[in-house]
Structures are given as structure tokens and as C-alpha cells.
């Protein structure tokens, strides 16, 4: 039994970590400047992992059919990432990610239809060319694969410790909710400085949460200035109409 688990386990680290460095890579072009992704201070993205598991468990029935292929992988990934955001935001209070800005076709934020496209698409590739590559290279460890595996894992369970107390120290230290949008690349960096603070004991977290206070505090006043210049036009071109 735990000979047909490993591969899978193997597999999952796999497009984790690939998936990371994709999503890294577009999203620090996209800004940029270097962008570290998701929830993890490790290089791996888990949703990627799930996501491309459940797309070959539930490609298997529809495997020779490359429609059928396309419709059930993005069915599927669209729903295992609605479910994951809505999940980590109940836990947290926080958004991962946020698409209702980046493209008009999204659901409540969670998926739009540019994604759910490139699931269907990526499904494709990863069934019929990626994953046998995957496979042969995964088979080439032979008995290596189980304590790569448990290395891994324990590795995994040590970040995902790490993470969440660092999410949880920082999730209330300030609003996070006024920052409008993906709120990842903050709360990575305030998570950042919570686990440096607690082997350091240098107050990096305290002067990070007062510079994101008074950007908090300058976005307002240009708020406010921008409504008073609104406020003075409108009056001024109600004076010369009445007049």
C-alpha cells in the first residue's frame, strides 16, 4: 500500500514546487521587483500540488478524450481554489489572492475565467506530457523514494508550523482588511519579521507595523484631500450655474 502513497507524495512536491516558481516568476514581471508567493516561506505552492493530483485522479475516467480532458481539469482546479480561499480566509481573516480587480470575470474574487482557461489548459499538458516525464523521473529514485518523502514532509510540517503561528502573531497586529486586494505579499513580509523577531528579539515586526500604519494613515489624508478638491469643484460649478 505505502509503495502506491510515495510516488503520489513525491508527485505533489513536484508541481508544488514548480507551481511556485511559475507563479513567482509572472507575478515579480508582472510588479516588477521579486515577489515570493503563498502562504509557505518555503519555495512551494501546496494548492499546485492538490490541484494537479486531483487533475489526474479525476482526468482517469476521460483520459482519451481531450475535451472532456480540458473540462474536467478545470472544473475541477476552479473548485479546489474557490474552496482553498474561502477555507484560509474564515481561518485567517485575510486574502491570499484576489482576482476582482485583475480581471472582470471573477467569483466573489476567489476564481475568474482567465484562471479556470488556463486550468482547463494546463490540465492538458500536465496529463498527456508533463506527468509520464514526471513519472520516469520519480521512478529513477527507486528506493530513495521514501526517505526523500519523509524528509519532505517533515520539512513541510515544520513551514507550515512556522507559518501559521507567524500568520496568527501578525493577523492582528494591524487592520490588513484596509489594504485593498491580494494581501499575500504583506502579510509574508510582516510574517517574515515575526519569525525573525522571535530568534532575534529585535522589534523588526513593531517598526514594520508602523510603517504599514502611517501608509495606512497617508492613503486617508490623500483621500480626504482628493474629496475636499471634488467637493470645491462641484461647489464652484454650482456657483457659476446658479449665477
Not at 44 to 52: A, I, N, R
Not at 136 to 163: R, T
Not at 220 to 242: C, G, T, Y
Request: aromatic share 12%; net charge positive; hydrophobic share 45%.
Amino acid at each position: 500500500m505505502i509503495e502506491n502513497v510515495i510516488p503520489w507524495v513525491l508527485y505533489f512536491f513536484v508541481y508544488a514546487i514548480s507551481g511556485y516558481v511559475v507563479e513567482t516568476l509572472l507575478c515579480s514581471l508582472r510588479e516588477q521587483k521579486l515577489v515570493s508567493r503563498g502562504f509557505l516561506f518555503g519555495p512551494l505552492l501546496p494548492v499546485y500540488g492538490f490541484g494537479m493530483s486531483l487533475i489526474l485522479v479525476a482526468t482517469f475516467p476521460v483520459r482519451g478524450n481531450l475535451s472532456g480532458t480540458f473540462f474536467v481539469a478545470m472544473f475541477a482546479c476552479s473548485l479546489l481554489e474557490y474552496a482553498t480561499s474561502w477555507a484560509m480566509e474564515k481561518l485567517f481573516g485575510l486574502k491570499w489572492w484576489d482576482y476582482s480587480r485583475s480581471d472582470r470575470w471573477n467569483l466573489n474574487g476567489r476564481i475568474c475565467a482567465r484562471n479556470c482557461l488556463a486550468f482547463g489548459i494546463a490540465g492538458c499538458l500536465i496529463v498527456y506530457q508533463v506527468h509520464p516525464r514526471v513519472e520516469s523521473l520519480v521512478a529513477l529514485l527507486g528506493a530513495a523514494q521514501l526517505p526523500v518523502a519523509v524528509v519532505l514532509l517533515a520539512l513541510l510540517l515544520l513551514d507550515f508550523v512556522a507559518s501559521v503561528y507567524a500568520v496568527e502573531k501578525v493577523k492582528h497586529s494591524i487592520k490588513l482588511k484596509l489594504l485593498p486586494g491580494d494581501q499575500t505579499n504583506e502579510v509574508k513580509k510582516l510574517a517574515g519579521r515575526a519569525i525573525a523577531q522571535l530568534f532575534t528579539g529585535k522589534n523588526y515586526l513593531e517598526r514594520r507595523i508602523a510603517e504599514i500604519q502611517r501608509e495606512l494613515e497617508k492613503r486617508q489624508a490623500v483621500r480626504r484631500q482628493e474629496f475636499s478638491r471634488r467637493r470645491s469643484e462641484f461647489r464652484n460649478k454650482f456657483e457659476k450655474h446658479k449665477s
